[in-house]
């Protein structure tokens, strides 16, 4: 199987403590992808 990757500006830690995603709970969810945008905006290198 070929592996994918995506080249993201954080370190690990920092993907690893994003705000979780529950699909049942989050789909579709503003405020969901408000809170994640806000997170990765504060945490840019």
Do not use: T
């Not at 789909?27 to 945490?43: I, Q, S, T």
């Amino acid at each position: 199987m070929e592996q994918e990757r995506i080249l993201l500006g954080l370190d690990r830690d920092r993907v690893k403590d994003a705000p979780e995603y529950d699909k049942r709970e989050h789909r579709g969810d503003a405020a969901y992808r408000e809170r994640l945008g806000r997170y990765y905006e504060r945490n840019r290198l």
